[in-house]
């Protein structure tokens, strides 16, 4: 089945450093990735869409240069959150799908990232 | 507006005592709906997909049903390892790409 992979998995920084997280399609190619945060007893909040080739899409509320996306192949998008702070801390989540049409989409495991 | 509602919040059953969780949907028009399950610390992980009313879905103690409200993931002879929380999820024709709109979800306890 269609796998994502996640790294790191779990990530500890101090304030005001930046953070990139990796999501990695392994067995198919995905044009188009979704990056998620999720609190403690929460769903899943979209942040953006990742694009292939061009800019991502953020949704209404995120700083788009707090969280620096970037979609370089088809198979790689990363995360980068810069000048993180103690409400940076969260889990984030990858997802992605083989593209086909409504195809059922696939996430990483996330990450577990603290801001001290 | 789309919007997906799930119930209840939390739910807790003894080993074996079936339940079903419910997911309401409003979309402008659906294309399909999901079903994830995600245990703490992980992502959620695919169940099943539902494309159109009346269609059922199983996998081992899970059967998913839909309508053109509302689905249902009934939970047969539930046993412990099933605990985790259930999401729901829309892909209306109003969402590009294969974007998702998710359900706050149900949290799933079975104790022993």
């Known amino acids: 089945g269609a796998v994502v992979s996640q790294h790191p998995s779990w990530v500890i920084c101090k304030s005001g450093t930046s953070v990139k997280i990796e999501c990695r399609s392994l067995?198919?190619?995905?044009?188009?990735m979704f990056w998620y945060r999720q609190f403690p007893k929460q769903s899943l909040m979209l942040m953006a869409t990742?694009?292939?080739?061009?800019?991502?899409?953020?949704e209404q509320g995120v700083e788009k240069d707090k969280f620096l996306i970037n979609h370089a192949s088809l198979t790689l998008s990363t995360l980068t959150v810069t000048s993180a702070h103690p409400e940076d801390s969260s889990f984030y989540i990858c997802?992605?799908?083989?593209?086909?049409?409504?195809?059922?989409?696939?996430f990483g495991n996330g990450t577990r990232l603290t801001v001290t | 507006e789309d919007q997906v509602t799930q119930s209840p919040e939390a739910l807790r059953l003894q080993e074996g005592e079936s339940s079903s969780l419910n997911c309401s949907y409003t979309?402008?028009?659906?294309?399909?709906l999901f079903w994830y399950r995600q245990d703490p610390g992980k992502g959620p992980e695919f169940l099943f997909t539902?494309?159109?009313a009346g269609e059922e879905k199983e996998k081992e103690r899970l059967k998913a049903t839909l309508t053109k409200k509302e689905s249902f993931l009934h939970i047969t002879a539930p046993k412990p390892e099933d605990s985790a929380t259930y999401l729901c999820?829309?892909?209306?024709?109003?969402?590009?790409?294969?974007?998702?709109?998710f359900g706050g979800g149900t949290r799933l306890m079975v104790k022993p």
């Open positions: 999820a829309v892909h209306p024709f109003g969402n590009a790409g294969n974007m998702l709109t």
């Open positions: 067995d198919f190619q995905a044009t188009t």
């Open positions: 990742s694009n292939e080739g061009s800019k991502a899409t953020y």
């Open positions: 997802s992605a799908s083989p593209g086909v049409y409504n195809s059922p989409l696939h």
């Open positions: 979309v402008s028009g659906l294309r399909g």
């Open positions: 539902l494309y159109s």
